[in-house]
């Protein structure tokens, strides 16, 4: 099946500053990518949806000037939360899906992060 | 927003019991998809069963859809400790292949 990775597993951060998470799709071309945040004992919700080239789509409710999402080539998205704050620790997880998966998502195994 | 709701939120059962979970839905949709997460993992695609299907079987799961209902249930049969995860249901809409989740069930296996 494809393979999607994240980078880094897990990030602690002090309060203020930015963190970038990268997403990989490591053997197919990632025409569109998603990003979700999955808060403890909590279900998966979208945060927005990328596709290559051109700016993200965001769900109502979620700050794109907080949450920064670049999709610049079929096989890296990274999302950047700016300013962070402890509200924002969560394990953040994305999903890239192409021409070769059209119907299904492959997820990337996650990334923790922690906001102190 | 989530799409809707999954019974029961938690499951203990003994291993080589039948569970089943079940997960209803509030929009007209393309497919439904089932993941399976293991504790602090990424999610794990199961299965997918399109709009015009009733029934879909995987090696010992079986998916069941109906769509007049807008409900869907997922049985792992015989199961195994192994299977101790959680597990949820995703919708896919016409909105460009976004996936919507339900609140997940935690599948608990005693061995």
């Known amino acids: 099946g494809a393979v999607v990775s994240q980078h880094p597993s897990w990030v602690i951060c002090k309060s203020g500053t930015s963190v970038k998470i990268e997403c990989r799709s490591l053997?197919?071309?990632?025409?569109?990518m998603f990003w979700y945040r999955q808060f403890p004992k909590q279900s998966l919700m979208l945060m927005a949806t990328s596709n290559e080239g051109s700016k993200a789509t965001y769900e109502q409710g979620v700050e794109k000037d907080k949450f920064l999402i670049n999709h610049a080539s079929l096989t890296l998205s990274t999302l950047t939360v700016t300013s962070a704050h402890p509200e924002d620790s969560s394990f953040y997880i994305c999903s890239a899906t192409g021409e070769r998966t059209i119907y299904e998502q492959y997820f990337g195994p996650g990334t923790r992060l922690t906001v102190t | 927003s989530q799409q809707g709701e999954e019974d029961p939120q938690a499951l203990s059962i003994q291993e080589g019991e039948n569970a089943t979970m079940n997960c209803s839905y509030k929009t007209s949709i393309n497919n439904l998809q089932w993941y399976r997460q293991n504790s602090g993992r990424g999610l794990v695609h199961l299965i997918l069963?399109?709009?015009?299907?009733r029934e879909k079987h995987s090696g010992r799961l079986r998916v069941t859809l109906d769509t007049s209902k807008k409900s869907s249930s997922l049985l792992i049969t015989a199961s195994r400790a192994a299977d101790t995860a959680s597990y949820f249901c995703a919708t896919e809409n016409n909105q460009g292949g976004k996936l919507i989740f339900g609140q997940g069930t935690e599948l608990s296996v005693k061995p």
């Open positions: 053997d197919f071309q990632a025409t569109t």
């Open positions: 069963i399109r709009s015009n299907e």
